[in-house]
């Protein structure tokens, strides 16, 4: 059996991990889209905001689209948070959405845990008036009016769309190595449509409600979910390479917090709900079987074993890093598979304590049932403070 363990650990393991990759990243390595020129203005927009209104930092980006823009925050917030929160809906006039539950945790400190972010528009999604609809965070912006990006998933007769995610610092080498990341990630977008990104997507407002409706409201992987769900009742979902900037960590300490959440919602998506994502065989695979279930294998390398499979490994994703990132040649991309090999080997398993972790502080599992339904409570007729559904200050 000696000899067995070690093929599979030294060979097997890291051809198949560099297959997988080799297979999805060629498929998509020259996909290519045609926008149309149709824009489409029926839509409105929900920004979740809580904690503090400094949180806010596409003020300027809303302004332009005024009334159609619908804030959404917590009934739990400072009489301060409503003051300016309010002076800013008078200001641009934008919508108000107060739900009827408050919140914990810090305000000083961005989630990357808890239901709010995904009750707010679940609980919102019922007042939104066009037959589209746009989630943003708030801090995200477009490349293009969103008119383009409605108008897309209109021409092509989605029910939902992903976006692209395009990083805009390169302000060190870490994000650097993460906009090679991204580039390939986005890219993917064509072979797994429904792999959304919460910062921005698109969608018919019946749809999303549908889908947010049967939501675990589980925070990391919330977005994934939102696409999964949707694929599994049957509407239609397609990606719309629609550049959306977005800020990625510099500092390893922010990469590590970042990864580490994003870790525990990989095993949440990949072995908690394996029965759902296995029908999709190439990203459970390579996300399941390879980078989770084959983890201890990985680290058979370094305990007394000889390091030909790392040698093998990492000689393989330089030569395949270097064709899928040609057009964006870099001396930084020799340094791709060390960047990979580092949060395979040490992200993937505090990933699976920090999903326990998670699981345990929001009393969630993140089970995903596509056929659970809940019915948000009607909005008031009469809208009284703190728990104002509407409001209107233009």
Known sequence: MGWLIFLMAAVMVPLVAVAVDAVAGVRARDKSYQFGVLENADFEILVPIYGSVKYLENIEYLSRYGSKVLLCTTAGETTQFYDELYAITARHGFRLFVARFGRGGNANKRATSGTVRDRLIRD???LVRATYVVPVDADTTTTLPLERLVGELHRRGYDLASVRLVPQNTDSILARLQGFEYRMAMQLRFLAPWMVSGACHVARTKVLTDVMNRHSLFFQGNDVEAGLIARLRGYRIGHIP???PTV?????RAWYRQRLAWAGGEFRLFIVNFRYVVRHPLLWIYGGLVTIAMFPLRWLEFEG???????????LYVGLVMFLHWQHRSALLLLMPLYMLFSSMLMTPLGVAWYFWMAWKDRNLGIIKPNRDYTPPAPLAEPEPPYAWVRNYI
Not at 248 to 252: A, D, I, K, M
Not at 305 to 315: I, Q, R, S, T
Request: no cysteine; glycine share 4%; hydrophobic share 65%.
């Open 248 to 252: 990625v960590p510099s500092s390893f």
């Open 124 to 126: 919102a999604l019922p």
């Open 305 to 315: 074993f000889d390091k030909v499979g790392l040698v093998v490994a990492l000689a």
């Open 242 to 244: 629609f550049e959306v």
